[in-house]
């Protein structure tokens, strides 16, 4: 299963068609190794993930993953690098999480990295 990824497709002012207003909103799908983290195959996604963000090192929907396959792993500092470079990456666009709801992919990298320190809190308070 790839991620659905929403691109915003913007009209230019300067090339009117017959019906005004916007585009509508494009629809992309990228594999960013969603069934093999849900797999519990946390090392192929990162290979897979790693190959892909060779040539788009800011895409956030692959750092996200990266740090989710990171997360099952049990590696909190990387998973925390990766949903940071997510945070911070020059491209935005909304995603589709697992559960079907779109959300903007900074919102979606906060989500994850909060998730992530919490439970690495409760962690701390179960030794």
Known sequence: MSATLALAALAAAAQLTSTPGAEPPTYEQREVAYEQ??????????????????????????????????????????AEKAFEAAINSGTRYELELADGTWVDSRRAARRALDTLRHSSQ???LED
């Open 37 to 78: 983290i849900a797999a519990g195959h946390a090392d192929e996604a990162i290979r897979a993930i790693e190959a892909s963000l060779a040539s788009d090192p800011d895409d956030p929907a692959l750092l996200i993953n990266l740090g989710a396959a990171y997360a099952r792993k049990g590696d909190a500092a990387r």
């Open 122 to 124: 409760l962690a701390a």
